[in-house]
């Protein structure tokens, strides 16, 4: 056997190398079967270290398993948030320079954000089935400035009450995704189709939620239900 060890070695590195892109799009990525491979490659060092006839390609394993377990433990709604720079992670505290689009000529709303439940579901069979996160696209929201003539504390005052009403769409969005989370948590081995629909099913729910808000508050006109809503979604999401 001792001839093939450097063969062996050279597949083994070759296989911690497709655990990397396997992981970061969240594809194929099972996370048992990863950890399976690098307590093999662990194994193996130990076990044939002293025969390797190659530095190079030792180095190299112990460079690749140090890396795939420091890849296994960064959380996938990190790197999914980091494939997608463009666009803001759901935050408690808006601010304006978050919102950074600039309304249409036919626009008739003083503020917009656009939020999104952003999703990647895993093809293998993996614990939890997806990824799941909410976002905005700040270059596809605004909130216009207020007339020059306003005075500045009720420039201020109406500024706060634009984001006020904006931050709570985005409450909504992720109160929905952290009860997406929470299903696929709860069930163990969903398919690719299985963790889909229950993504799918939750982000109309979602949709008409934000519809109801709109319409409820009059777009934030309606001062009692816009702080009743804001409460609301405010306490679900455990915020102060």
């Not at 296989?15 to 990863?34: A, D, E, G, M, R």
């Not at 408690?92 to 320079?97: D, S």
């Not at 293998?124 to 504390?153: F, H, K, L």
Request: glycine share 2%.
């Amino acid at each position: 056997m001792l001839q093939y060890i450097d063969g062996i070695l050279m597949l083994l590195c070759i296989c911690l190398v497709l655990i990397i892109p396997l992981k970061i799009y969240f594809t194929y990525f099972n996370i048992y079967l990863s950890i399976v491979l690098i307590s093999l490659c662990i194994y193996f060092y130990k076990a044939f270290s002293l025969k390797f006839e190659s530095d190079k390609w030792k180095t190299t394993l112990v460079l690749l398993i140090a890396f795939d377990l420091i890849l296994m433990i960064i959380p996938n709604n990190s790197i999914l948030a980091y494939l997608n720079l463009k666009y803001n992670r759901w935050s408690p505290n808006l601010q304006k320079k978050d919102f950074k689009g600039s309304p249409k000529d036919n626009q008739v709303f003083s503020a917009i954000i656009d939020t999104e439940i952003l999703y990647r579901v895993n093809k293998a069979y993996n614990y939890p089935a997806g990824t799941v996160i909410s976002i905005m696209d700040p270059y596809n929201s605004y909130v216009m400035e207020q007339p020059q003539n306003t005075g500045p504390t009720l420039r201020n005052l109406a500024e706060k009450y634009l984001l006020k009403h904006e931050q709570t769409h985005f409450d909504i969005t992720e109160f929905y995704v952290k009860k997406i989370n929470e299903k696929l948590a709860s069930k163990w081995l969903l398919n690719e189709q299985e963790a889909s629909y229950i993504i799918e099913q939750a982000t109309k729910e979602n949709n008409k939620t934000h519809l109801l808000y709109d319409s409820l508050t009059n777009h934030g006109r309606d001062t009692l239900q816009q702080s009743r809503w804001s409460r609301e979604y405010r306490e679900k999401l455990k915020i102060n």
